[in-house]
Structure formats: structure tokens, C-alpha cells
């Protein structure tokens, strides 16, 4: 008799089970399962969570018929030993968005290979971590549920809007999984109705041309009102992105805090985020400028729908730099400064370029903020972002452009509901700096 089985019976434990391993699954299904098979020395980096599979990893794939865009693959070893299990994409430069690793499903295999049962099991796990974060709260109802790559689901955004939600697809698979996505989340208790958001652009390097425009459900009024930090909002469901940027939800709510019998200038204000938590936080006079006369209109509304008083706070249609430039000639100052430019360097390759522009929209900002006070600027672009210290260096040289002197009184991100996975340092796109401009 083994060793394990004398002990066992000895401590009256039951015995020894065999663990469920990817291969038993996939070789219990009536459907074959492709296997793509990495590289000789490309498997740690996935084994220690990267989701994104790259094609240059990939030295075969293994099946027949070959895999379709959307299907349920293996990951596999040089030894064709799985790792885990993803989603498959004939077109993109990410060969397979990893879902699961083969260890996560020897814990509990219910969810492997099955897409619908882990969306379910994901998203649940989504809205856990809200709640325990206090999301959504009596002052908060806009927040973002699901967050791509932080919440495991890789080419997935959910932002919920009251008891709307608006779901942003940016990945091929999002688009095959539609309407269990939508059942999922319509199911959910506080959602009546839900918009559905293709990122076409993106969809297109995922090999879908022709997806259609915004779908949305016919009882779905196109303006929304919310709350955040007690604040409301209108949104229009035609705004930009999910159309509201729940991302700086704490950081409006930090210039709530400094504002007091502050001049406050709010550069880029969209629908007025930053503009109307200056006027809460009891701002002497605050002024927003955009370009987009949709979003100003929006902020407009939002000054009468939060009893502000519309002689303190006023928003202007006009392009930033030439407001600045304008300002700088009347000698204008502010006491706060918030610049929240658009992306400017969408790639990687444009990054140099990109911090040109922001040092010159930087430099021009700092010009306008009083002696003492205070600069909050902010980038949306992830290769910024990412490039440790490339900011603060283009602020720094923004500051010696200006003739002044910056020290960093604070470093943020996006708000805690856009969790970002480690392994994925890629979903870190958002930087807000705080600074002292002497
Ligand atoms: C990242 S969003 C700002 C979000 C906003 N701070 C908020 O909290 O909701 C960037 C904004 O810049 C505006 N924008 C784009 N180009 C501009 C320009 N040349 N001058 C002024 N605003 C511009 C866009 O219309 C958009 O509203």
C-alpha cells in the first residue's frame, strides 16, 4: 500500500484526488480545441499573468480547422503542456487575450473554457470590489463597474450611470459575447437599461471593419442625471468616451478641497467636472474653456441643476491655447490652474511630439497661475504615463520655458474603480500632478 494512502486512512481523511487540468477539459469537449504554443523562453512572462499574447511569442498553432477569431484556444508550453486558455484573434498583433492560467483552474475549473460562465463570474467579482469600495454610494451613482484588463476582462469597459450602463467594446471576442454581456449586466439589479459602445477604431485592428454604430435599448433616454461627490451631472449618452470621465472622480473632489476663496481656471473642462467641484469647494469665480460646444451646453445645465450661481461660475467655447495666449497678454492670473488636455500622444511613436505640445500648453498654463499657487495638470496618454519620469521632465522644462519654479505637492492616477493589473502595466494611462508654481 503507497505511503499517502496508509496516512490517509490512518487520519480518516478522504482520499487523494486527482486535480482537473486544462487537457482533461479540453479533451472532454465534443468541439476541439485549438492549442497556440509558445515560444522556447516566451512562456514565464504569461505564466506570471501578462494577458495579451503577442503573435511574435507564438511559434505554432495546433488544430484543425485552425481557430476562428473569438474562439476558445489553448496556451501551451514548447512542450504543448498548457499554461492556460484565452481568446483567439486571427487579425490582431495580440494573438490571444489570456482568460485563465492553468493552476487558477486546478483551484476550480467551473469557468474553464467557458466564456460565458467567466464573464458571469468575472463581473460579479467587479461589482464585490466596488462594493467594498463604497461604489455606489447616496453621493456616488457614476462609476466605472468593469475595467478591462484590471478586471481580467480584457477589451471590456462598463461605466454605470445611475441605473444606466454604458458598455465600451474594444476587442473582437466583446463583440462575439454581446448579448450575454448585455444579459449579464441588464440583469444586474440597479441597471434598467443599457448602451452598447463600440470603439470602431479599435475594433478595426481587431479585424472588424464593419461593426455597427452605438447600439442602444429603445426605452434609453439619451441624457442622463447623476451624482458624484454630491455633485450632479447631466450626461449625454453622445458625449465623448462613455460620456462622462469617471477616471478623475478624485481628484475633482480634491480641488473641492482647495478652493475656497480661490480664482480658479479650468482649461479642457469638458461638461465642467473640475470647474463645478471649485464652485462646491466655494471658489471666488471659476471659468471653464473647451472647444466642444456639446459638452459646454452639458456644463452649462449642470450649474443650474446644482443651484450654483451662474455670476461665479462661466464656461467659454475657445480653443486653449489661444485663450491662454489671450489671457497671458492681459496680464490675467488664477490662483488654480486645471489642465486636462485630450490624449495628445495616442502612440508610442508620437511621444516626443506629444511632449512638445504638452510642455508649451504646460508652460503657457503655469504662466497664468499666481505666485504660490497652484497647477493641476493632467495626461490621458498611456505612453506618457508609462515612461517613468517623461512627464515630470516635460513639466520641468515647461517650468523653466515660463521663467518659474514647480515642486510636486501631489501624484495621482484614475480613480480606485480602474484597477490595473501589474502584469498589465499597459492600463495605466492617466496622470494627475499637482504642483506649486512659484
Ligand atoms: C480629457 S477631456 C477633459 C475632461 C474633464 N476635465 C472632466 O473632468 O470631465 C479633454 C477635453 O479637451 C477638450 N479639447 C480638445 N481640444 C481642445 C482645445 N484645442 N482647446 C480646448 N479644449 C479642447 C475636449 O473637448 C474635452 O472636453
Redesign the pocket.
Known sequence: MLLSNRLTRCLALPPLTTTTTLQDIASNQSKGVAKVVLKKGKTQLFRDGSPMVYSGAVDRIIGRPPPKTGDVVLVADGTQKPIGWGLYNSCSMFCVRLMQLEEEVSGDPSCALNVEKLLETRIDAAIRLRKSLGLPSANTNAYRLVNSEGDRLSGLIVDVFGDLAVIASSAAWVEKYKQHIKKCISGLNMIKSVVWRPSTEILKEEGLESEKEEEEDLLCERVVKVVENGISYMISLDG?KTGF?AD?REN?EFISTISDGQRVLDM????G??ALNAAHGHALEVTG????SP?LEVANHNVILNNLDPGKISFLKQ??TIFMKNAASRNELWDIVIM???KLAPRRKVLQSASGMYRNLNSMAMRLTKRGGFLMTCS?SGAMTQKSGQFLSVLQGAASMAGRKITVVRQCGAACDHPIDPSYPEGAYLTNILLRVL
Not at 479642457?268 to 461638461?271: A, D, E, I, L, N
Not at 474653456?289 to 466642444?292: A, E, G, K, L, Q
Open positions: 465623448q470621465y478623475q475633482r479642457c473642462c469638458y461638461t467636472g473640475f474653456v473647451d472647444t466642444s459638452a480653443d486653449a486636462d488636455p485630450p490621458c
